[in-house]
């Protein structure tokens, strides 16, 4: 009797828990079913409908209607044949209303910022009481005028110089900003040359053809060294 009661429990508890997950699966598949009712698989795929009903960028309408490609076929075949030289990289191709092409130079479209060496004028200086200040180098590295700036005192007594006082100008009377390097703060009466550097953004001489160099003492402003008309182009 007490084998048979065990047989019957252990049956009712198995089918107690059959009869729970066959319950639970029920129940999770009719909540899946209602969280995707209303939804279906799309007809086409999305990122192609969206790449179909995407309006061209203004950049690419202007390019479709610059570029013909018949043009740049034929032009390809004169290149390949020798009838027509290939275009510089320095050059931009442009093409008119009537479909004609121009060629534009860096010089026109403004991009030639390139001086000329100062070389010949070199060195340009100036001295009063005993000090003397002489530009000795000039060259154009990257976008920025660098000029080679050289200090002595020959005088009686040392001579303090604050740079930010230091007025660049050009023909025309703009004030410039410029970047000094390496010159000295005191400048000892001892007929030692100290030499550094006087940096001008090539940005800010587009219109410029001379430059001047101002450097007065500090605190009394009375040694004033005048580098001027200072030749770029």
């Not at 084998?3 to 508890?13: A, K």
């Not at 086409?44 to 009903?53: E, H, I, M």
């Not at 009481?129 to 080679?148: C, H, K, P, W």
């Amino acid at each position: 009797m007490k084998v048979n009661s065990t047989i019957v429990l252990t049956l009712f508890l198995l089918l107690l828990m059959a009869g729970a997950g066959v319950a639970s699966g029920f129940w999770g598949f009719t909540l899946g079913h209602k969280a995707l009712k209303g939804v279906s698989q799309p007809d086409v795929s999305p990122s192609k409908k969206l790449t179909q009903n995407a309006a061209p960028v203004e950049g690419e309408q202007e390019l479709r209607m610059l570029l013909d490609e018949q043009e740049l076929i034929k032009h390809a075949e004169a290149v390949m044949t020798g009838k027509v030289e290939p275009q510089k990289p320095t050059e931009t191709t442009t093409q008119s209303a009537n479909g004609d092409a121009s060629v534009a130079t860096d010089s026109e479209t403004g991009a030639d910022t390139q001086l000329i060496s100062l070389s010949e004028s070199l060195p340009i200086r100036d001295e009063q009481r005993g000090v003397t200040m002489e530009i000795t180098r000039a060259s154009q590295e990257g976008d920025a005028l660098l000029l080679t700036v050289n200090l002595k005192n020959e005088g009686r007594q040392m001579v303090r110089f604050l740079y930010s006082f230091l007025e660049v100008k050009d023909e025309q009377g703009r004030a410039l900003s410029a970047i000094t390097d390496g010159l000295p703060g005191e400048l000892p009466a001892n007929g030692q040359s100290f030499s550094g550097t006087v940096k001008i953004p090539t940005a800010l001489l587009t219109d410029s053809k001379e430059l001047s160099l101002l450097l007065t003492d500090y605190p009394d402003r009375t040694l004033e060294l005048n580098l001027a008309d200072i030749p770029i182009r």
